[in-house]
């Protein structure tokens, strides 16, 4: 009897553990453990996901934090400043969570509020001097701009400013007017030289056998063939004006993407928080 | 061996992660394959009596003669399209002189790759927004990437 | 002697892992609710919490095979593929491995990467741990061929599993419906236009005739009148390319008809066919 009674009792014990285990995974710390999981395997939708559901029981600046980051690294830069939002001035994390709320900010391109950003963030501060070279506002005077940037980073930014300020355009006018004079010409300013080559060979064919045409008394011909060089000729001149724009836009696009390309290799300026080490 | 096989896997599992960055659902997945080539707009409708009559020229051009005559266009869109495009979003004079560009452009057989980005159907994406000297229009694509249209 | 004491805790330590295992269980009953109940994306967090937690791995097949199915039925066959291989490292049996290497089939099916379909099923008709399903890999590779339009060789494939196969007879039936793209190519290098009757695009086919014989006679005639220049560019310029056109339209009418006689079976096996599909 009494060993029926202990039996009784130890399997009620091994009853409750096993409970215990039941809601353990869900508990906190597991939830916690998983989520870093998640975010380690750039599951970022998941991981925030996760660290929500361990907000409703704490409230844990590096909770926000993390939300912050695994919305930012999906992409969802709104939700992502909420989140930094969060984290209180008292908080040692207030800093780092400003400068990741700034970054957010820059790439949703809501460059008037990095404008706002304090400028003793120097990160903050190199990413305002960045959304200035994206087309934000005027640019600063070149000391001035250069200034947040480190020794090793000035050459480089210095060549964007450059660049920005002085952009290799080509001018339409100058286009213009070399198509007029030798068709084809407008197009290898602009570097398309077969295109060029072509415009002058259209241009000059048609020309040259509505010439002939006319020479042999063929007026019908003449004027046929005359119709289509001067038909070429105009476009040659239009295809040279809108060649030139589409220089200048190719100028601008790389410019931007040259731009894009340090930021993201430099992380936008701002420490990059691995904590799947 | 075993840490290049586990470390590429990693990689491969950590792109393709990715596809799960937005809550996604059930999807109706159909075994049947699309029609390969692109149908035309046979409609000769317009917004104005000039624009009703260049649609039918286009019309009566595609169904007698580019419809024989097989796909000899490398761009996309085509050039009888491009016309119709050009001349709808400027004006009869601007569109001319537009596809007498783009008429010359075709001429040339060397270097395409080059200069156009690539459209869905493998041709030269070539569209008239950046050809209509209204800068803001244009919407730069470098050469060689591929656009969904 | 052991004592009665002893005998009981020995009893109780063996039974107390069992009562532990219980949130296992009950996590990959969840999962799976959640994939019955079509909420993919939940049953795929939740698999991930169960092999996250199940360190013995208990659950690593299941929970693998399952997530490779959330991905399925949400069209991301790139993922599902990798956690459908995921699962064949952790099978325990070879009808487990098996299993998984026909769902790998059946993504690859519906994606239209047939080759390597056809390699997989390759792969399984080798291996000597397969062969009481040699059936099965003729059915599926069967469905491989349906899905890359090749429809003989499908029926073939269905054949050998029974001449009377519900599916040989459609596949048949789908095969003499179609035209041959060869046959319409054939046809149009030697009479323009005939290529474009042959696929019932009647038209086309007596615009083709008109405009080939139109240039071929202007072609013909600037010859004969010695005016070479005016020959060379009627040719080249038009005669050349109507019928290149003409070729061109045989064979885009010819497999354009095809896709229609395909795409109407096609949907037939996925709405009404009761048997096993992709």
């Known amino acids: 009897m009494k060993n029926i009674l202990l039996l009784f009792f130890l399997l009620l014990i091994c009853q409750n553990i096993s409970h215990a285990q039941v809601s353990d995974i869900y508990s906190p710390g597991n939830r916690n453990l998983f989520a870093d999981f998640l975010y380690c395997q750039k599951d970022y939708l998941r991981a925030a996901d996760e660290y929500k559901e361990i907000l409703q029981q704490s409230d844990l600046d590096t909770l926000f934090l993390k939300i912050g980051l695994s919305y930012l690294k999906s992409g969802n830069y709104d939700s992502s400043s909420v989140y930094f939002g969060k984290i209180k ?45 994206l087309g934000y506002k005027q640019l600063l005077p070149k000391e001035k701009f250069l200034r947040p940037f480190e020794v090793d980073e000035k050459p480089i930014v210095s060549d964007f400013y450059d660049r920005k300020l002085n952009p290799p355009y080509k001018n339409e006018l100058t286009a213009a007017v070399l198509a007029a004079i030798i068709p084809g ?54 295809g040279s004006i809108a060649s030139v724009q589409i220089y200048n836009a190719g100028v601008n696009f790389n410019l931007n993407l040259d731009l894009k390309s340090y930021l993201e290799n430099k992380n936008y300026f701002v420490p990059d928080y691995d904590f799947c080490k | 061996m075993i840490k290049i096989t586990v470390i590429i896997l990693f990689s491969v599992i950590c792109i393709n992660a990715q596809t799960d960055w937005v809550k996604w659902g059930k999807v109706d997945y159909s075994y049947q394959v699309k029609q390969q080539s692109p149908q035309r707009q046979y409609s000769i409708s317009g917004d104005n ?13 595609w169904f007698f003669i580019s419809d024989v005559d097989g796909d000899n266009c ?3 869109p085509t050039c009888s399209s491009f ?29 395409r790759f080059s200069h156009y980005p690539l459209s869905k159907n493998r041709h030269f994406y070539d569209p008239p927004s950046l050809y209509t000297l209204n800068a803001s229009k244009i919407k730069y694509i470098p050469s060689g990437e591929s656009v969904e249209k | 002697m052991i004592s009665v004491n002893k005998i009981l805790l020995i009893f109780v330590l063996i039974i107390a892992p069992a009562f532990g295992q219980d949130y296992l269980d009950t996590q990959f009953i969840k999962g799976k609710v ?27 097949y299941e929970a693998n095979q399952l997530i490779g199915e959330c991905y399925k039925a949400g069209a991301k066959f790139n993922d599902a593929v990798i956690y459908f291989s995921k699962a064949e490292q952790s099978a ?8 998984t290497r026909i769902s790998i089939v059946k993504i690859n099916i519906l994606r239209r990467t047939n080759l390597r379909a056809s390699t997989l099923l390759d792969a399984l008709e080798k291996d000597q741990r397969f062969n009481n399903k040699k059936n099965d890999i003729c059915y599926w590779r069967g469905w491989n061929y349906i899905f890359s339009n090749e429809w003989d060789s499908a029926s073939q494939q269905f054949s050998k599993i029974s001449p009377e196969h519900q599916l040989k007879r459609l596949c048949d039936s789908i095969d003499n419906k179609q035209y041959s793209v060869t046959e319409a ?94």
């Open chain 1, 185 to 238: 010409t407008g197009k290898i300013y602009t570097k398309n030289y077969t295109d060029g080559i072509f415009a002058f060979l259209s241009t000059g064919i048609m020309s040259y056998i509505s010439y002939t045409d006319f020479k042999s008394h063929h007026q019908f011909r003449g004027w046929l063939f005359a119709g289509l060089g001067t038909f070429f000729y105009g476009g040659n001149i239009y």
């Open chain 2, 83 to 111: 016309f119709l495009q050009s001349v709808k979003e400027t004006n009869i004079v601007q569109g001319t002189l537009m596809f007498a560009d783009r008429f010359t452009r075709d001429m040339d057989f060397i270097d």
């Open chain 2, 49 to 61: 009596a000039g624009e009703t009559a260049l649609r039918t020229l286009a019309v009566g051009y």
């Open chain 3, 92 to 99: 325990r049996s070879v009808e487990e491995i098996y299993d």
């Open chain 2, 74 to 76: 490398p761009f996309s």
């Open chain 3, 34 to 60: 959640l994939f019955f109940n079509g909420e993919y994306f939940n049953a795929i967090t939740e698999m991930k919490r169960l092999i996250f937690f199940d360190k013995e791995k208990k659950y690593a």
């Open chain 3, 185 to 278: 190519k054939l046809l149009s290098y030697f009479i323009p236009g005939a290529g474009q009757f042959y696929t019932g695009n009647y038209f086309s086919g007596l615009l083709s005739l008109g405009w080939n014989i139109l240039w071929g006679y202007t072609t013909i005639t600037a010859f004969n009148a010695n005016r070479i220049f005016d020959g060379i560019v009627v040719g080249e310029l038009l005669w050349f390319r109507f019928y290149n056109g003409n070729n061109q339209n045989a064979k885009k009418f010819a497999i354009e008809k095809n896709i229609e006689i395909s795409n109407e079976a096609l949907f037939y096996l996925q709405h009404q066919y009761n048997g096993e599909k992709p």
């Open chain 1, 89 to 133: 001035i008292n908080s040692l994390l207030y800093d780092n969570s400003r400068q990741e709320y700034y970054k957010s900010q820059f790439l949703s391109n809501h460059f008037e509020e990095v404008e706002k950003g304090p400028y003793f963030y120097k990160p903050v501060d190199k990413l305002y001097k960045f959304s200035l070279l």
